[in-house]
Each structure stands twice: as C-alpha cells, then as structure tokens.
C-alpha cells in the first residue's frame, strides 16, 4: 500500500464514522452532520458574514458560487462543483477527469468501483438517460484536513430521492482530486 494511500485509509477511519453517526443519530435535521465539529452552531452561523462562514449558501452549486471558505476547502469545493456539473451535463470523460487515478466510489445501491476504469464504468451506467440533468446540489460543508486534503459534504435532490454525499479530495500539483466518494439516500 502506498504512502498516499495509508494516508487516505487513516484519514477516511479518523473522519466517516463521526460523520455517519452524527448523520445517523440526528435523523432528518438538515443540520445533522454538523455536530461537535462545526465551529458553531447553525444560528451562529446564519449571523456570521459569508466569509466567516464554512458552510455555502443554499443555491451556491447551481449559481456557479464560489462562497468564500476559511478553512481553506474552497478550492476543494469547486473541485466538487465542477463533477456535479460534469455530472449534469452527462460528459463521463470529465467526471473521471474529477477524481484521482486511484479513487474510490461507493455509489447507493452499486458496487465499490476503485480506480479510473471501475469509476468510468460505474457513471456510464450511472448517466444513461442522464436523469441527472435536472438535479440540484448543495454543498453543505468543505473543510481543510491537513494541507493536501479536504472533506466536503453535500445534499442532492434527483427526482423525488434525496441524496447526501461525502467526498474526500487529495490536492494533486495545483488541482484538486476526489479521492473518495459515497452517497446514499438520506433517510
């Protein structure tokens, strides 16, 4: 196993089971995965000006924003937006193109796909018929964890289905890879 991906696995094993048992235990409340690791509370939050702020505005994704992030995760976060609109468009090169050559997928109700070939056949399946066109997605969260890496943490509505997302980014030169990826249905 490479450095990088000791890195990640230790990275992945300290941050996704804080997350989902906050998600979990807090059931519908939008602000669920927010817990103890928020710098504040979600009415903090909503009083802090947006460049105090980590968490983007609602419409942030659809507009083409780039709310500003102190943590350092938005640079990570238009990394996000840019596979969200890769997505949208049905372009599987530049959804690929998002994420780094040695990624990991974990998409609801699919197998893991690992690596660039597994993750190109997991989205051209995935965006057949493209029902993603009319999606809408907001990023709920991005932050910094370390120099290299960010998590930024998402809510999409495709049809009726409400999903939420995690993306794990690794900083590859100047540009930012997803590295990890999950969404599932929110319950």
Do not use: Y
């Not at 230790?10 to 048992?21: E, G, N, R, Y």
């Not at 504040?40 to 924003?65: H, K, L, Q, R």
Request: hydrophobic share 35%; proline share 4%.
């Amino acid at each position: 196993m490479s450095k990088i991906s000791q890195r990640r696995a230790l990275l992945l094993a300290a941050i996704v089971p804080a997350l989902l048992v906050a998600g979990c235990s807090a059931g519908n409340n939008t602000q669920a995965m927010k817990g103890a690791a928020s710098p504040g509370t979600p009415t903090d939050m909503d009083s802090m000006p947006p460049e105090e702020s980590d968490t983007a505005s609602p419409d942030a994704t659809d507009t083409g924003a780039s709310p500003t992030d102190t943590a350092g995760g938005g640079q990570a976060q238009t990394a996000v937006q840019g596979f969200f609109s890769a997505v949208k468009s049905g372009n599987v090169d530049q959804v690929v193109n998002s994420f780094s050559d040695d990624a990991v997928a974990a998409v609801n109700g699919q197998a893991t796909a690992e690596g660039s070939q597994a993750i190109r056949t997991l989205f051209q399946k995935q965006l057949q018929g493209n029902g993603m066109k009319q999606a809408t997605h907001t990023i709920d969260e991005s932050r910094m964890a370390g120099d290299t890496d960010a998590i930024v943490r998402s809510t999409s509505k495709q049809g009726s289905d409400e999903m939420r997302e995690l993306f794990v980014l690794t900083k590859d030169g100047e540009e930012w890879k997803i590295s990890q990826f999950m969404n599932n249905k929110a319950s």
